[in-house]
Each structure stands twice: as C-alpha cells, then as structure tokens.
C-alpha cells in the first residue's frame, strides 16, 4: 500500500508540473490549451472526422465545433467534406496548422530528452514499456 501512495504522489506531482510547463509554453503561441490539444491529436492522427476527434479529446462534438470553428477562422484547420458520406465532415490541419503542430511537438521532444537525460537506456525501456502498460489502461 505504501508504494501506491508513494506513486500516487509521483504521479500527481508529475501531472501537476506538465500541466504547468504546458500552460506556460502554450500561453506563448496566442491559442488555449484545447486549441493545441486538438492541433496535437490531428497533427498525430491525421485528418479525422469530427466526432472521432471529439472523442479522442473527450469532449462533446459541440465543444468540438466552438473549437474547431476557431481554428479555421485562425487559418490552422480546414473542414474537408468526405466524399463516401456527404453528411459527414473531416477535419485536417493547414500548412500553418502542421507548422504549429511541429512546433509543439519539438517542444515536447525537447522537454522529454531533459527529463530523461539522467536514465540509462535501460532505464528509458524500462519508462517506456511502464507507460505503455499504464496508457493501456485507459
């Protein structure tokens, strides 16, 4: 029980600290984090329809469409209609869009190699199957 509480911990301050380091770093690009967020999951995932892509953020595809409006008005989405289903609407990042995408994810790169700097590559396996198995668990 006392290693749960002691990951229990790990975790919440691990969280707490990526959830301070990503605010800070997406304040910088003018968009909230759950403009990013969905740059993120289009930019990894590619062009997807809305309510794939809402329940990948879990968020309601009405929260979605607030969203998504806003990026394509900022010129970093663009709704693509799907030709199999005409009723249904793809949506995919911009040049501007994958830029930005790139952008972040380099930061994000950039935080994991400081972070593991100190682990052996043992001991970044060892992180990575770890996170795997948790991620699973979702």
């Known amino acids: 029980m006392q290693k749960l509480k002691q990951l229990n911990h790990l975790l919440i301050e691990f969280y707490d600290k990526l959830s301070s380091w990503e605010q800070s770093v997406v304040k910088e690009t003018g968009y ?8 993120e999951v289009l930019g990894s995932h590619g062009p997807m329809r809305m309510k794939e892509l809402a329940d990948r953020l879990s968020i309601t595809t009405g929260t979605l469409t607030v969203q998504v409006d806003k990026l394509v008005k900022a010129g970093l ?8 289903d005409r009723r249904s ?5 911009t040049p501007e869009g994958r830029a930005l995408h790139q952008h972040h994810n380099a930061l994000h790169l950039a935080l994991v190699e400081d ?3 100190h682990l052996s590559s043992e001991e970044q396996q060892m992180l ?3 996170m795997t198995k948790i991620n699973q668990e979702f």
């Open 32 to 39: 909230t984090l759950a403009q990013v967020h969905t740059i």
């Open 77 to 84: 989405i663009v709704r693509l209609p799907q030709e199999q």
């Open 89 to 93: 609407i793809l949506v995919d990042l």
């Open 115 to 117: 972070l593991t700097r």
């Open 128 to 130: 990575i199957s770890s």
